[in-house]
């Protein structure tokens, strides 16, 4: 049904009707909205009206319809506008006069859809037929009703004459009655050219079959005014073979443009002029049909914008609207010409594409989409840009109604953007699943956190060349209903969920409590290696949290060592985190690059933040004695590294050779099982670190 605009609109307005009607499977046309003002000219309300038209229709007078519905047919069978005076049913099984007028609705994908307004003109047309029966009350009444009441005339020779009118003439025409009754001639001088045609066609069926005349057009008055003008009339023919029409004329103008502003609210997004969330459901439920019928395909795709919140921030709240339009300007320059695009609110859009040759065109219409809206756009003077998210959907098979379909949309949206953003993502089945166990995981997580049932491993880091003890990496370990969850899939859970800041303080806290007790028990620990995330970093009180943890404690920051990995440092808040990364290093604890090779590795990158050292990912350690890409890799790391004079440590070394290679290639640094796995058990670490100090 209707926002709340339009209907404060109507509100106003009682006799005065719009709706929406598309032709569904059936062929038959369905009600998708109608205003409550129905129920002023039918008595019915809009549920009691339904959504199958005809029971409305049945409504419509006998003598009015057949005349009526070939109006209709003949403007639908072209797709241009109709308008007529008919008379409907109302509840006290009388009659009301309306004027009618449909508007064939092309901007909707693949629909037959009309908005039709129905204003109520009772009160004008009880007064005109008054008129016929009664010429005695002609002169008293045309005097005070609005609309033009006149009798027109036209000769057996063709000639035309206006005979007698109504005040309501002067108000329409603009001409004083002298020049009106002179001659009908500046009146058809009026009509639009392009009106002319048809009107005189209308005119000329009326006066040769003598059935009713019922018409719209246009004219351009003295002053310059355009005007909508809807006409009526009763032909007779005189003894003499005069034709003579008794009509009345309304100004419908105000009633068209009130119904192109309702129909704006009603059907469009105000800011972007894109359809709206309910038309892209209507339009969604035909689509979804004419595939189910025709065994076809079509695609939803639900579209997110992954910075949008930074572009409103940056720009003020008009850039924003600003970005907002040319976004949806972009997404219609590349969407299909029978595609329709639809803003759902914020800055999420919906692309849908009623039929695709093959399904996996979506594919395709995601990546034009995604190249589409990441060129630069200049807004307020500055060049800005923005990844998307995408969430696709294949109808049928994705959902066989407009709500699932639009459901798994936004799960395989929210997936693309839990993921990081800058993604596609395509629904499928098990998505669902791993939603809600997602969702269950990170209640699980908020409670483990909360009462501090995340543990920390401790891993030993050692010299290459002497594997002599040199510090741990401090992993978070957490044991769900006796099974170890991997540290990747609920650091990332804590990331998406806002636990990575309570995450981290655990980690941070328990291993700088683990490092106080063995130094109390004699046992330098070294420098404790402790993995941060993105959210952790972006937080303004990251440095102080530190730098109390540590004093709280009494380890020297030099006792500490930050892993950030690459994604992190130039990620979306790369300015940010670097400003808590000089933080870090003003402290006086040490920044490593971890995973390093695994991201968007750039030398530039690596100038702009200082960090003391670099970690090779595991991956490319794996295969070192095999591979000699990534044996070439890891020597041009080490080289890197230490030509940028940072040190590095090799990740995951599991066998003897692997660290034979790492020492002739001059690693600093290595950890891996080889050595030891990471352990949570104190007194092992304790142990551990004995027999290391030992040697
Ligand atoms: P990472 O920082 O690269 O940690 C090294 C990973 O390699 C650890 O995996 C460790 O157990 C594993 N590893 C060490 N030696 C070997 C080996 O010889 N062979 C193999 N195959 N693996 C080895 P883990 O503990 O599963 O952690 C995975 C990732 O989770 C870490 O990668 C780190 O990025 C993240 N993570 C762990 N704890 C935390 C934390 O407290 N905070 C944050 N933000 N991230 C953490
Ligand atoms: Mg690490
Ligand atoms: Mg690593």
Known sequence: MFGTRPGFLLANAPPFVFMRVSRNENRSYRIDYISESCQAIWGLTPAEVGDDLRLLWSRTHPDDAPAMLRTMREAGARRVEWAGTFRVLDAQGGYRWVVGRGLPRDDLAETDTWSITVTDVTGQMRAFHDLQMSEARFRALAENIPGAIFRYCVHPDGSDEITDMSRGCFDLWELTQEQILADPGPIWAMVLPEDLPAMQQSVADSGRTLTPWNHMWRIRTPSGTVKWLQG??????????????????????????????????????????????????????????????????????????????????????????????????????VAGKRDLVARLGGDEFAVLAPDLGDPQQVGLIAERIRIALFEDLPIEGRPLSSSVSIGTTVFPADGATSGALLKHADLALTEAKTSGGKATVAFTRDLDERRVRRKTLAEALRGAIAHGDIETAFQPIVDTATTAHSGFEVLARWTLDGAPVPPSEFVALAEETGLALPLGEVVVTKALAWARRLEDAGLAPGPLSINVSASQLRHDGFATFLAEALQRNAIAPAGIEIEVTENVIFGRWATRIAETLDDVHRLGARIALDDFGTGYASLIHLRRIKVDRLKIDQSFVRDIESDPDDAAIVRTIINLAHSLGLDVVAEGIETAPQLAFLRRSACDLAQGYFFARPTTRFEEIETYLRGALRA
């Open 232 to 333: 009526r009339g009763q032909p007779h023919r005189l003894a003499n073979g005069d034709i003579v029409w008794h009509s009345l004329i309304f100004d419908v103008t105000e009633q068209r443009n009130k119904d192109e502003e309702i129909r704006r609210l009603a059907e469009e997004d105000t800011l972007t002029g894109l359809a709206n969330r309910s038309v892209l459901l209507k339009t969604l439920e035909t689509a979804l049909a004419r595939r189910l019928a025709d065994g076809g395909s079509g695609a939803l795709l639900l579209i997110d914008l992954d910075h949008f919140k930074d572009i409103n921030d940056a720009l003020g709240h008009d850039g924003g609207d600003q970005y907002l339009r040319a976004t949806a300007q972009r997404l219609r320059a």
